[in-house]
Every structure is written in structure tokens, then in C-alpha cells.
């Protein structure tokens, strides 16, 4: 078992930056892909950022984010990142982070997931 729990949301205006945080407990041993995805009440819960594997791993992103976003591991922590520059009024959501070995951009296919944290950019 695996628990997540995120942390750094808030209120930033148009162009600001956020780091969001996801503290891993458990077994954090495994060798999980932690990603991150975000929802709102009028889309579909989407990938974010991925960063793969516990050792070695590397990070993925979605088209949206990419070049404005960094995800990062800490694993003497077990702490996940997501660096968030350059926010935009559209990157409002609930982000979540999720751990897991399935597919890296299905939520569905994670084991583990945190309840989330308001990320609400302002214009």
C-alpha cells in the first residue's frame, strides 16, 4: 500500500508559478511511476506529467504542459514534484498525483491516488 498525499495549490495570477508536492508513505520501495493528472468540473480528468520508475526513471508530459512544467523525484524524500511556470488561467484545476505501474497517461490504471490539491490561476 501506497499513500499520496498532495500539497502546494492555491491562488496565482496569469504567468506566476506553483510547485506542487506529493508526499508518498507506504511501501514507498516499489519501483512505482508517479504521475500527475488534473480535473475540472467541466472536463474529463487529464494527464498532466509522469515520472517513471522509482530508479532511472524519466518524465513525460503532456502536450499542454510541455516546456512549462517539470516533474521531479526526491527519493530519499519520497517526495514527487510538479513545477509549474508560466501558469495559465486554462491550468485551473484539482491536480492529483497517482502511483503505479499500468499505463502512464491512464488514471484508471494507477494503483494509488492522492485527493488532490486547487490550483486556481487568475487573469
Known amino acids: 500500500q501506497v499513500q499520496l498525499v498532495e500539497s502546494g495549490g492555491g491562488l496565482v495570477q496569469a504567468g506566476g508559478s506553483l510547485r506542487l508536492s506529493c508526499a508518498l508513505s507506504?511501501?514507498?520501495?516499489?519501483?512505482?511511476?508517479v504521475g500527475w493528472f488534473r480535473q475540472t468540473p467541466e472536463k474529463e480528468r487529464e494527464f498532466v506529467a509522469v515520472?517513471?520508475?522509482?530508479?532511472?526513471?524519466?518524465?513525460y508530459y503532456a502536450e499542454a504542459v510541455k516546456g512549462r512544467f517539470t516533474v521531479s523525484r526526491n527519493n530519499a524524500k519520497n517526495m514527487v514534484y510538479l513545477q509549474m511556470n508560466r501558469l495559465q488561467p486554462e491550468d485551473t484545476a484539482i491536480y492529483y498525483c497517482?502511483?503505479?505501474?499500468?499505463?502512464?497517461?491512464?488514471?484508471?490504471?494507477?494503483?494509488?491516488r492522492g485527493q488532490g490539491t486547487q490550483v486556481t490561476v487568475s487573469s
Open positions: 515520472f517513471t520508475n522509482r530508479t532511472g526513471g524519466t518524465s
Open positions: 507506504g511501501r514507498t520501495d516499489k519501483n512505482y511511476a
Open positions: 497517482a502511483a503505479g505501474f499500468g499505463s502512464y497517461s491512464n488514471w484508471d490504471l494507477y494503483d494509488y
